[in-house]
């Protein structure tokens, strides 16, 4: 624990202006973010008497190691940088809501050529219209049910579309009038589109005209006598009415407002959200969230606005936004919800009338849904915490093993071996934390030599961040690293293990298997993030307890890899598959857990999610290599001259005997490149013929691939 006189700022040098700060812990994580309008003031609160602080304040300085500010020009900045460096960071100590289901929206894809109307869930899109979000996703498909009468815009998937354009049959929708069938060119692109841009109207609470418009336009024809025309208006007219239905009015007509409702106790708070538009509820949603600061009802309600309209713009955010307590600095708030509108937006405390009334609606759904989440939350704190107990207890550990990595090795036949590490915190799965390798070490199969060097490549990472972030224990030199087993490579800033392959980080949703770091290539690294940004660093903090799957050669092969780098303060156990024993480097009888045991199902948990972790990149490397051909080693080979190459030759077994010149024939191909391609195939060994199964009649190779 930290003295935070320890790291304290002398007097004077923090500014007496508007700024947003960052406290860092002992590895230089960013552990709270906040503002101030008044950067010395505001951080002279950290540091008083630690009798005098909050627990939660308490705990937060006291795990902090240092804190920086950054100067901002207005209060509005200092929000809009708070936001962005929570979101970015995931301060430990900072208020997160957390979407207690997750929301299904009724999205209409504009950005489409054909329009279509879906069912949506997860992250917005751009150019895609949303509305709701809605409790169940069934309601949403009843209103489109009636909608489609009047609007009948596309609703089918890309491959039914697509289908429908190949035979010239529309779907049973366009048969029975529910969809304009643009597939079939019953309609044009542009009066798909006016159809699509009606129905977006319409949901947006904008009913009363159009369906005024449906009433003359049924009132004239049926003075004309068109009958059958002025019958389908009315029953067009109903099942518009039919869908307003489905959604109360509450407040006056053409009234556009979000409802912000916050229940509370000492520890956990949720907020509940109704979104009215047109004077209707068309949406609901709601968040819960631990308050790991000391924070009150308004600054909820602050982070409740900076999570709801931190990504939305325009018309997304309402014209008015009511609230039970105003945020602390509720006009600069008020200004940055008028800058993402594009318009004055209203930030108020209902008084008196219909919006008090509905205000105290949506604090009972607040309270409800803390009293549920509480009744869920605690038999889920209870599971955990006892799995992890009875782990401690069955390792001989002195501590719950907070942290877990679990690791795997995958290959098919000794080909493509990869392994995985997954890491489990507090007994849950943190999948930004996942990782992948690449056995470069050896060829073939070995699964105790490949956990060996995965143990090793992973925990020479650990001591190589240790060492650059001065960690190393004191009296011990830089070199001692090296003695080790680690060998340091300083460039451009950055270090990293010789001889094994760092890992990749892609993309911003970590986690799954298309975005998870990947180490996989020697020679080509992602620069380490410096020390100084505040993100968790790869392979930065060591486990409590290491899990292979796998029995005793697993687990004497990773404990192994431990000694050799001279880490002693991490358990090592494996499960075996077969009995599902628990097995420690230094028994020769398993440790047997009983079947009802919560800390075996969670070693079963964190096994097969390592398990599955592995086999999904094993295949991904697989279908690759299946993939390949000796056409991707030519230099300056595109994909558009492969394709022209194969289609001029006819396949790839045709091209390999082909001459010089007459690759030369080929257009966009000159003299040089086709030398290429005949060392390329030269040096390729050829495919192995194709086989009928059925006959066993060798196919002859007319394809692209080889």
Request: proline share 5%; aromatic share 6%.
């Amino acid at each position: 624990m930290a003295d935070p006189s320890s790291y304290r700022p002398k007097p004077g040098q923090i500014p007496d202006s508007p700024g947003v700060y960052r406290f860092r812990d002992d590895h230089r994580r960013v552990i709270y973010v906040g503002k101030a309008k008044s950067l010395r003031q505001r951080l002279a609160n950290y540091f008083q008497d630690l009798a005098s602080l909050h627990p939660r304040t308490r705990s937060m300085v006291t795990t902090a190691a240092s804190v920086e500010w950054t100067v901002v020009s207005t209060e509005v900045e200092a929000l809009q940088l708070e936001y962005s460096w929570i979101k970015e960071f995931d301060p430990r100590f900072n208020v997160k809501y957390r979407d207690d289901k997750s929301y299904p929206s009724l999205a209409v894809t504009l950005n489409e050529k054909y329009p279509r109307v879906q069912v949506m869930r997860g992250a917005k899109k751009k150019g895609v219209r949303y509305f709701g979000p809605y409790g169940h996703a069934w309601a949403i498909r009843e209103t489109v049910d009636l909608m489609l009468r009047v609007f009948p815009v596309r609703t089918c998937s890309a491959g039914v579309f697509k289908n429908a354009e190949r035979t010239g049959r529309p779907c049973l929708l366009g048969y029975i009038g529910k969809c304009s069938a643009p597939c079939v060119g019953r309609v044009t692109p542009e009066e798909h589109r006016e159809l699509a841009e009606e129905f977006c109207d319409f949901m947006a609470g904008r009913t009363g005209t159009y369906i005024r418009r449906l009433e003359k336009q049924m009132a004239e024809a049926a003075e004309d006598m068109e009958y059958e025309k002025a019958a389908r208006l009315r029953d067009d007219i109903g099942a518009l009415r039919r869908a307003m239905e489905k959604n109360a009015v509450v407040l006056a007509d053409a009234t556009d407002a979000d409802l912000i409702a916050v229940a509370e106790d000492e520890l956990e708070a949720a907020v509940q959200i109704f979104h009215v538009r047109g004077g209707r509820v068309r949406g609901q949603r709601g968040w819960v969230t631990d308050k790991v600061e000391a924070v009150e009802t308004a600054g909820l309600v602050e982070h409740a606005l900076q999570q709801l309209y931190g990504e939305e713009s325009g018309d997304s955010v309402p014209k008015e936004v009511l609230v039970p307590a105003l945020p602390e600095d509720a006009d600069a708030v008020t200004q940055w919800l008028s800058e993402r509108r594009g318009s004055h937006v209203s930030l108020r405390i209902p008084q008196r009338g219909d919006k008090k009334d509905l205000m105290e609606t949506v604090g009972r759904n607040a309270q409800q849904a803390l009293v549920l989440h509480k009744t869920k939350r605690a038999s889920d704190l209870t599971t955990r915490s006892r799995a992890l107990e009875e782990i401690a207890e069955a390792l001989g550990l002195d501590s719950a093993p907070l942290r877990i990595e679990c690791f795997d090795i995958s290959h098919l036949q000794g080909d493509d071996v990869v392994a995985s590490m997954v890491v489990f915190e507090d007994g849950l799965a943190r999948k930004s934390e996942y990782r992948r390798f690449q056995i470069k070490g050896f060829e073939g199969q070995d699964d105790v030599r490949s956990m060996h060097e995965v143990i090793s490549r992973r925990f020479k990472r650990y001591l190589v961040e240790k060492t650059r972030t001065g960690e190393w224990p004191e009296g011990e030199p830089e070199e001692s690293a090296e003695a080790n087993g680690i060998a340091l490579a300083h460039e451009n800033g950055t270090a990293h293990e010789n001889g094994s392959a760092p890992d990749h980080r892609n993309g911003s949703a970590p986690g799954h298997d298309t975005h998870d770091t990947h180490d996989t290539h020697d020679t080509h690294e992602i620069p380490s993030r410096t020390d100084d940004d505040g993100r968790p660093k790869r392979f930065a903090y060591p486990p409590q307890l290491v899990v292979v799957d796998g029995g005793q050669p697993q687990v004497a092969a990773a404990k192994r890899a431990l000694d050799e780098l001279g880490i002693d303060d991490v358990a090592v156990c494996g499960l075996a598959k077969r009995l599902e024993e628990v097995w420690l480097p230094a028994d020769d009888d398993p440790v047997v857990l009983p079947r009802s045991s919560e800390g075996l199902y969670l070693l079963q948990r964190v096994r097969d999610e390592a398990h599955r972790f592995a086999i999904t990149y094993q295949r991904t490397k697989r279908a690759k290599r299946v993939r390949s051909s000796p056409l991707d080693d030519v230099p300056g080979l595109g994909e558009s001259r492969k394709q022209a190459l194969i289609k001029h030759f006819g396949s790839v077994k045709r091209l390999r005997g082909a001459t010089i010149d007459q690759i030369c024939e080929v257009p966009g191909l000159g003299r040089k490149t086709a030398e290429s391609i005949v060392v390329a195939l030269a040096n390729a060994a050829p495919a192995a013929p194709a086989v009928n199964t059925a006959t066993g009649e060798i196919m002859e190779d007319n394809g692209g691939s080889t």
